[in-house]
């Protein structure tokens, strides 16, 4: 009968044998051991700030907070054996808005892709997606991003899609002594009404930038911003927030912790405020 199940099972009746050895059995035990000691330690990482986190920012935040080392196989092996599961992203539901009135003008693309030049607070990229919360309520995020560090330079959370949303978000980087802006910086958008009003266009030229806008309907053309709102909304709790002041506290909080905190394997392995002074002492 083993016979015949070994065959049936493609193994051999001395590996079957093997399997079920004390021998066997004491370096599966001992493994198991081991991967616990594992597992606690991706636990910590996976839970570090409070935000979900997949297997190579697990692998960074280990490296970076807990001074360990494991490579990718081994911490998904762990992942997958103990159910450790990733936070999945959706795409941003936002939907461009049409040019209000004729008034409204479209800039050329000057950015054409070129997200990473290497020199902090250049290329700024802005957005804005929804924000479901609480029991059907909306808010919106507008957010400006550094193309090259991809640090959060300013962002703004309101109830209201209005022009403010987003000529708000552009007074907050300019009140940010924090950001230092490059002589030929400039505001990328897409060529939603926000960003085609005379009134922002006017904002851009008063704090000396310029503006370049996505193809119409190319999403691609400003894919770090979207990608930064998949993140945003896969590793943050704002459906459990209840009230729009809650829901804020938790933009801020990811804010903080997406700037200093959070590893990026694009950036070196090192977070985004980590590879902006990282740029500034290799200019």
Same mark, same amino acid.
């Given at each position: 009968?083993?016979?015949?199940?070994?065959?049936?099972?493609?193994?051999?009746?001395?590996?079957?044998?093997?399997?079920?050895?004390?021998?066997?059995?004491?370096?599966?035990?001992?493994?198991?051991?081991?991967?616990?000691?594992?597992?606690?330690?991706?636990?910590?990482?996976?839970?570090?700030?409070?935000?979900?986190?997949?297997?190579?920012?697990?692998?960074?935040?280990?490296?970076?907070?807990?001074?360990?080392?494991?490579?990718?196989?081994?911490?998904?092996?762990?992942?997958?054996? *103990?159910?450790?599961?990733?936070?999945?992203?959706r795409a941003n539901? *936002?939907?461009?808005?049409?040019?209000?009135?004729?008034?409204?003008?479209?800039?050329?693309?000057?950015?054409?892709?070129?997200?990473?030049?290497?020199?902090?607070?250049?290329?700024?990229?802005?957005?804005?997606? *929804?924000?479901?919360?609480?029991?059907?309520?909306?808010?919106?995020?507008?957010?400006?991003?550094?193309?090259?560090?991809?640090?959060?330079?300013?962002?703004?959370?309101?109830?209201?899609?209005?022009?403010?949303?987003?000529?708000?978000?552009?007074?907050?980087?300019?009140?940010?002594?924090?950001?230092?802006?490059?002589?030929?910086?400039?505001?990328?958008?897409?060529?939603?009404?926000?960003?085609?009003?005379?009134i922002f266009q006017?904002?851009?030229?008063?704090?000396?930038?310029?503006?370049?806008?996505?193809?119409?309907?190319?999403?691609?053309?400003?894919?770090?911003?979207?990608?930064?709102?998949?993140?945003?909304?896969?590793?943050?709790?704002?459906?459990?927030?209840?009230?729009?002041?809650?829901?804020?506290?938790?933009?801020?909080?990811?804010?903080?912790? *997406?700037?200093?905190?959070?590893?990026?394997?694009?950036?070196?392995?090192?977070?985004?405020?980590?590879?902006?002074?990282?740029?500034?002492?290799?200019?």
């Open positions: 009968m083993v016979s015949y199940l070994c065959t049936l099972c493609g193994i051999s009746r001395s590996g079957y044998y093997h399997y079920f050895s004390e021998k066997a059995q004491v370096r599966r035990e001992q493994r198991d051991k081991q991967d616990e000691v594992v597992r606690d330690l991706i636990l910590k990482a996976y839970q570090f700030k409070r935000r979900k986190k997949g297997a190579r920012q697990i692998k960074m935040t280990l490296k970076g907070q807990f001074q360990t080392v494991y490579n990718l196989k081994r911490i998904r092996r762990i992942m997958k054996k *103990y159910d450790i599961i990733c936070p999945l992203r539901p *936002y939907r461009r808005m049409a040019k209000a009135t004729s008034e409204h003008a479209v800039s050329p693309n000057l950015l054409n892709r070129q997200f990473k030049q290497n020199i902090p607070g250049k290329v700024l990229l802005t957005d804005i997606t *929804y924000l479901f919360y609480g029991k059907g309520k909306k808010a919106y995020l507008s957010t400006i991003k550094d193309g090259s560090t991809n640090e959060i330079l300013a962002y703004n959370v309101s109830d209201q899609i209005t022009l403010d949303l987003a000529t708000d978000t552009l007074l907050k980087l300019k009140n940010n002594r924090k950001v230092k802006l490059a002589k030929d910086a400039f505001i990328h958008s897409d060529q939603g009404f926000h960003y085609t009003s005379p006017r904002l851009v030229k008063k704090y000396r930038l310029s503006q370049s806008m996505s193809r119409r309907g190319n999403c691609w053309d400003n894919a770090p911003q979207e990608s930064f709102f998949g993140h945003f909304k896969g590793e943050t709790s704002i459906k459990h927030c209840v009230s729009l002041e809650e829901l804020k506290r938790e933009v801020k909080s990811y804010m903080t912790y *997406y700037n200093y905190y959070r590893y990026q394997w694009n950036l070196k392995k090192m977070t985004p405020v980590e590879y902006r002074n990282h740029l500034l002492r290799s200019a």
